[in-house]
Protein backbone atom coordinates (compact mmCIF):
# COMPACT_ATOMS: atom_id res chain seq x y z
CA UNK A 1 0.00 0.00 0.00
CA UNK A 2 1.16 3.33 -0.97
CA UNK A 3 2.43 4.83 2.47
CA UNK A 4 3.80 8.35 1.14
CA UNK A 5 2.20 10.55 -1.30
CA UNK A 6 4.04 13.51 -2.68
CA UNK A 7 2.39 16.62 -3.85
CA UNK A 8 2.58 18.28 -6.07
CA UNK A 9 3.13 15.25 -9.19
CA UNK A 10 4.72 18.23 -11.00
CA UNK A 11 6.86 21.10 -10.06
CA UNK A 12 8.28 23.77 -13.05
CA UNK A 13 9.97 26.71 -11.83
CA UNK A 14 12.25 29.67 -12.67
CA UNK A 15 16.13 29.21 -11.68
CA UNK A 16 16.55 30.99 -8.58
CA UNK A 17 12.90 30.51 -6.94
CA UNK A 18 12.13 28.19 -4.18
CA UNK A 19 10.86 24.90 -4.90
CA UNK A 20 8.65 23.44 -2.33
CA UNK A 21 7.22 19.72 -2.11
CA UNK A 22 4.84 17.91 0.41
CA UNK A 23 4.63 14.26 1.36
CA UNK A 24 1.92 12.73 3.59
CA UNK A 25 1.83 9.59 4.99
CA UNK A 26 -0.81 7.27 7.20
CA UNK A 27 0.94 5.23 9.98
CA UNK A 28 3.30 5.83 12.19
CA UNK A 29 6.71 6.55 11.70
CA UNK A 30 10.81 6.66 13.39
CA UNK A 31 11.50 8.77 10.31
CA UNK A 32 10.79 10.15 6.86
CA UNK A 33 13.76 10.44 4.27
CA UNK A 34 14.09 12.49 1.63
CA UNK A 35 15.39 10.95 -1.84
CA UNK A 36 16.30 12.70 -5.47
CA UNK A 37 16.46 10.63 -8.60
CA UNK A 38 17.58 12.01 -11.69
CA UNK A 39 16.51 10.41 -15.14
CA UNK A 40 18.40 6.57 -15.63
CA UNK A 41 20.09 6.75 -12.24
CA UNK A 42 19.49 5.40 -8.62
CA UNK A 43 18.07 7.33 -5.91
CA UNK A 44 20.76 9.39 -3.97
CA UNK A 45 19.77 10.22 0.15
CA UNK A 46 19.40 14.17 0.62
CA UNK A 47 17.87 14.20 4.44
CA UNK A 48 16.54 12.24 7.25
CA UNK A 49 13.78 13.66 9.88
CA UNK A 50 13.69 11.75 12.76
CA UNK A 51 9.86 11.63 14.20
CA UNK A 52 10.75 13.94 17.32
CA UNK A 53 12.38 16.13 14.88
CA UNK A 54 10.06 19.27 13.36
CA UNK A 55 12.75 21.14 11.20
CA UNK A 56 16.13 20.22 9.71
CA UNK A 57 17.82 22.30 7.31
CA UNK A 58 20.80 20.70 4.67
CA UNK A 59 22.76 23.13 2.57
CA UNK A 60 20.22 24.96 0.53
CA UNK A 61 17.41 21.79 1.43
CA UNK A 62 15.14 22.51 4.49
CA UNK A 63 12.77 19.78 5.60
CA UNK A 64 9.32 19.90 8.26
CA UNK A 65 7.89 17.31 9.56
CA UNK A 66 4.23 17.56 11.00
CA UNK A 67 3.21 14.18 12.70
CA UNK A 68 0.13 15.48 14.14
CA UNK A 69 -0.94 15.87 10.47
CA UNK A 70 1.45 13.12 9.16
CA UNK A 71 2.79 15.24 6.56
CA UNK A 72 6.12 16.72 5.39
CA UNK A 73 7.86 19.21 2.91
CA UNK A 74 10.67 19.88 1.20
CA UNK A 75 12.12 23.20 0.56
CA UNK A 76 14.77 24.09 -1.98
CA UNK A 77 15.99 27.56 -1.91
CA UNK A 78 17.69 29.31 -4.88
CA UNK A 79 17.00 26.46 -7.22
CA UNK A 80 19.72 25.57 -10.10
CA UNK A 81 18.78 23.86 -13.22
CA UNK A 82 21.61 21.15 -11.63
CA UNK A 83 18.06 20.08 -9.42
CA UNK A 84 15.76 19.33 -11.73
CA UNK A 85 14.99 15.43 -10.77
CA UNK A 86 12.39 13.26 -9.25
CA UNK A 87 11.80 14.04 -5.26
CA UNK A 88 10.69 11.36 -3.31
CA UNK A 89 9.40 10.65 0.25
CA UNK A 90 9.75 7.84 2.35
CA UNK A 91 9.06 5.96 5.08
CA UNK A 92 10.19 3.10 7.19
CA UNK A 93 7.81 0.50 6.99
CA UNK A 94 8.29 -1.29 10.63
CA UNK A 95 8.90 1.01 13.57
CA UNK A 96 10.40 -1.62 15.80
CA UNK A 97 13.18 -2.91 14.13
CA UNK A 98 16.85 -1.74 12.85
CA UNK A 99 17.01 -1.99 8.90
CA UNK A 100 13.91 -1.96 7.32
CA UNK A 101 12.53 -1.67 3.94
CA UNK A 102 11.30 1.96 2.63
CA UNK A 103 8.00 2.94 1.39
CA UNK A 104 8.07 5.72 -1.19
CA UNK A 105 5.88 7.67 -2.62
CA UNK A 106 5.20 8.16 -6.88
CA UNK A 107 7.24 11.15 -6.54
CA UNK A 108 7.27 14.87 -7.43
CA UNK A 109 8.60 15.50 -10.89
CA UNK A 110 10.96 18.81 -10.50
CA UNK A 111 11.84 20.83 -13.77
CA UNK A 112 14.14 24.09 -13.59
CA UNK A 113 14.57 26.00 -16.26
CA UNK A 114 17.45 28.68 -16.60
CA UNK B 1 33.94 4.30 -6.09
CA UNK B 2 32.78 2.84 -2.93
CA UNK B 3 28.94 2.72 -3.97
CA UNK B 4 26.65 0.38 -4.37
CA UNK B 5 27.35 -1.98 -7.46
CA UNK B 6 24.77 -3.54 -9.59
CA UNK B 7 25.14 -5.01 -12.99
CA UNK B 8 24.39 -5.40 -15.62
CA UNK B 9 22.57 -1.61 -16.37
CA UNK B 10 20.78 -3.14 -18.85
CA UNK B 11 19.00 -6.72 -19.62
CA UNK B 12 17.33 -8.15 -22.46
CA UNK B 13 15.56 -11.29 -22.02
CA UNK B 14 12.47 -12.75 -24.01
CA UNK B 15 9.64 -14.66 -22.50
CA UNK B 16 9.75 -17.47 -20.15
CA UNK B 17 14.20 -16.73 -19.80
CA UNK B 18 15.61 -16.25 -16.94
CA UNK B 19 17.04 -12.84 -15.50
CA UNK B 20 19.64 -12.83 -12.92
CA UNK B 21 20.25 -9.15 -11.17
CA UNK B 22 22.99 -8.33 -9.11
CA UNK B 23 23.82 -6.59 -6.56
CA UNK B 24 27.45 -5.37 -4.27
CA UNK B 25 26.41 -3.52 -1.21
CA UNK B 26 28.49 -1.32 0.22
CA UNK B 27 31.88 -2.17 2.16
CA UNK B 28 30.84 -2.37 5.41
CA UNK B 29 26.90 -3.06 4.73
CA UNK B 30 25.61 -6.17 5.82
CA UNK B 31 21.58 -5.40 5.11
CA UNK B 32 20.53 -5.53 1.33
CA UNK B 33 17.30 -4.47 -0.21
CA UNK B 34 15.79 -4.87 -3.13
CA UNK B 35 12.95 -2.22 -5.27
CA UNK B 36 10.99 -2.90 -8.11
CA UNK B 37 10.05 0.55 -10.25
CA UNK B 38 7.95 0.93 -12.73
CA UNK B 39 7.64 3.62 -14.81
CA UNK B 40 6.07 6.87 -13.64
CA UNK B 41 6.18 4.98 -10.19
CA UNK B 42 7.84 5.15 -6.78
CA UNK B 43 9.63 2.56 -5.73
CA UNK B 44 8.11 -1.13 -4.16
CA UNK B 45 9.70 -2.95 -1.68
CA UNK B 46 10.36 -6.60 -2.83
CA UNK B 47 13.07 -8.58 -0.54
CA UNK B 48 14.94 -7.81 2.51
CA UNK B 49 18.07 -9.70 2.71
CA UNK B 50 20.88 -10.15 5.20
CA UNK B 51 24.09 -11.94 4.94
CA UNK B 52 22.54 -15.87 4.03
CA UNK B 53 18.90 -15.11 5.43
CA UNK B 54 16.35 -13.32 3.99
CA UNK B 55 14.44 -11.21 6.95
CA UNK B 56 11.28 -9.78 4.85
CA UNK B 57 10.07 -11.25 1.76
CA UNK B 58 6.49 -9.99 1.44
CA UNK B 59 6.76 -7.52 -1.14
CA UNK B 60 8.30 -10.11 -3.73
CA UNK B 61 5.72 -12.10 -5.68
CA UNK B 62 5.47 -15.93 -4.61
CA UNK B 63 6.25 -17.57 -7.49
CA UNK B 64 8.91 -16.78 -10.14
CA UNK B 65 10.96 -14.88 -7.75
CA UNK B 66 13.87 -15.58 -5.47
CA UNK B 67 16.42 -13.60 -4.08
CA UNK B 68 19.81 -14.55 -2.04
CA UNK B 69 22.74 -12.88 -0.14
CA UNK B 70 25.39 -15.89 0.31
CA UNK B 71 28.30 -15.27 2.39
CA UNK B 72 30.68 -14.90 -0.03
CA UNK B 73 29.72 -12.46 -3.38
CA UNK B 74 27.14 -10.59 -4.54
CA UNK B 75 23.17 -10.59 -3.61
CA UNK B 76 21.41 -12.11 -6.59
CA UNK B 77 17.78 -11.39 -7.23
CA UNK B 78 16.62 -14.11 -9.49
CA UNK B 79 13.36 -14.16 -11.81
CA UNK B 80 12.21 -16.87 -13.79
CA UNK B 81 10.23 -17.45 -16.79
CA UNK B 82 10.07 -13.82 -17.20
CA UNK B 83 6.73 -12.31 -18.57
CA UNK B 84 6.55 -9.07 -20.27
CA UNK B 85 5.16 -8.15 -16.90
CA UNK B 86 8.25 -8.18 -15.24
CA UNK B 87 9.55 -4.91 -17.24
CA UNK B 88 10.77 -2.36 -14.83
CA UNK B 89 13.86 -0.81 -13.66
CA UNK B 90 15.07 -3.26 -10.47
CA UNK B 91 16.94 -1.27 -7.18
CA UNK B 92 19.47 -2.31 -4.64
CA UNK B 93 20.06 -0.55 -1.54
CA UNK B 94 21.94 -1.44 1.33
CA UNK B 95 22.68 0.10 4.98
CA UNK B 96 24.90 -0.62 7.97
CA UNK B 97 21.56 -2.12 9.63
CA UNK B 98 23.33 -1.47 13.39
CA UNK B 99 20.85 1.32 14.16
CA UNK B 100 17.24 2.17 13.77
CA UNK B 101 16.59 4.98 11.26
CA UNK B 102 19.60 4.67 8.86
CA UNK B 103 19.75 6.12 5.07
CA UNK B 104 19.81 3.31 2.75
CA UNK B 105 22.37 3.88 -0.22
CA UNK B 106 21.17 2.80 -3.71
CA UNK B 107 22.84 1.48 -7.08
CA UNK B 108 21.59 2.75 -10.22
CA UNK B 109 19.68 -0.22 -11.14
CA UNK B 110 19.35 -2.47 -13.43
CA UNK B 111 16.80 -1.81 -16.76
CA UNK B 112 14.84 -5.17 -17.60
CA UNK B 113 13.36 -5.10 -20.68
CA UNK B 114 11.21 -8.55 -21.98
CA UNK B 115 10.65 -8.97 -25.00
Known amino acids: SQQGEEDPQALSIQEGENATMNCSYKTSINNLQWYRQNSGRGLVHLILIRSNEREKHSGRLRVTLDTSKKSSSLLITASRAADTASYFC??????????????FGKGTTLSVSS | NAGVMQNPRHLVRRRGQEARLRCSPMKGHSHVYWYRQLPEEGLKFMVY????????ESGMPKERFSAEFPKEGPSILRIQQVVRGDSAAYFC?????????????FGDGTRLSIL
Open chain 1, 90 to 103: ATDADTYQAGTALI
Open chain 2, 49 to 56: LQKENIID
Open chain 2, 93 to 105: ASSPGTELSQPQH
